[in-house]
Structures are given as structure tokens and as C-alpha cells.
């Protein structure tokens, strides 16, 4: 007669086993959790501090290029005053070549003896001298009419006008007074007009 095989029965899971797998999964889980919060927050600190440096090496830079920048316009403007001081020098010796052209063609009066070709050929010179400087920007100006300026003026006497508009004006002019840009290179030679308030005859 044949035995009949009995059939192995399942075993049986302990659930306090389960529940202590469960438990050891947790724990390993929140572990692995801990640790990558903790790499995070070190690479966001390195982060930050590279941000920080780089702000820092921006913020250096940017000065550095501000203190370049002004001092390149500081050497921009003394050379400008420089080169601006040389050509004073060398307009303002011009002028006395040009005083001593005027003396002597004044000196060069009808009826005094000097040869006609050279007093024309010495204003023909005057006259290309004083283009070259009015190309070099030099301006003249006489000031008659001008309310006498000091910085402009150079008043040698004061002459009585009838009327008070005149008054502290210039009204004759000696030599003429030069400009060179916005400087006076020399101040014209004036009369200066005083009112005194009595009737002119």
C-alpha cells in the first residue's frame, strides 16, 4: 500500500523578527538621510563661501578699476595743463617778437627814410606771425567798451567821462591784451573811464 507524501508546511514569520527588520531599515535609511543632509549642508557652506570670495574678488577688481580709470584722467588732465603751459611760454614769446615789429613799423612814419620793401616785407611777416598764432589759438582783444576787469585789464590812468554809463569802462586801448584758451596770456594796456559827477564842458 502506498505511503502518501506529506506536503512540507510553510514556516512561519516570527512578526517580532519582521517588526526588528523594519526597525534596522529605518534606522539604516535615516542614517543614510543624516549623512547626505550633512554633505549637503558642507557643499552649500563651500558654496557660499565661494560666492563670498567671488563677491570679495569682484568688489577688489571694480575699486582697482575705479582707481585706474582716475588716475589715467588725472595724468590725461596734467598733461593737458602741462603742454597747455608750454604753449603759453612759447605764445607769450612770440609777443614781445610781435611788439617789437609794431615799434618798429609805428617808427616807419611817411616822410622818415626807410626803404618802402622793407617796412612791407616786415608786415608781411607781422601779419603771417599773427596767423600762426591765432591757429595756435591765440585770441587778441583791445577791451574798449569792457567794464574794466583787473584779470583782463591793465589800467595805466583814468580819464574824467560825461556820463556815468562810461564809468569804470574801458575807453582807450594801448595794447591789446591776449587770450590763449581761457587764459590771459597778458592783459591789454587800458585807459579807464571815471565819472565824477561834474559837468564836462
Known sequence: MAKHKQEAE????????????????TIELKARVADLEQKLGEAQ???????????????AFDKARQEFNAAKDRMAREHERSLKRDQV?????????????????????P??????????????????LDQALASMGLVRFDGLGERFDPLRHQAITTLPVASEAQDNTVVHSVSAGCL???EVVRPATVVVGKFTGETMN
Do not use: C, W
Open 89 to 109: 611760454k612759447a605764445v607769450a614769446g612770440l609777443l614781445a617778437v610781435l611788439d617789437n615789429m609794431d615799434r618798429s613799423l609805428e617808427s616807419a612814419k
Open 180 to 182: 590763449f584758451g581761457d
Open 45 to 59: 557652506r563651500r558654496a557660499d563661501e565661494a560666492s563670498e570670495q567671488t563677491r570679495s574678488y569682484a568688489a
Open 111 to 128: 616822410g622818415v627814410a626807410v626803404a618802402e620793401s622793407f617796412v612791407d616785407g616786415v608786415k608781411i611777416i607781422r601779419q603771417q
Open 10 to 25: 510553510p514556516a512561519s514569520v516570527d512578526p517580532a523578527d519582521e517588526h526588528a527588520q523594519d526597525d534596522a531599515k
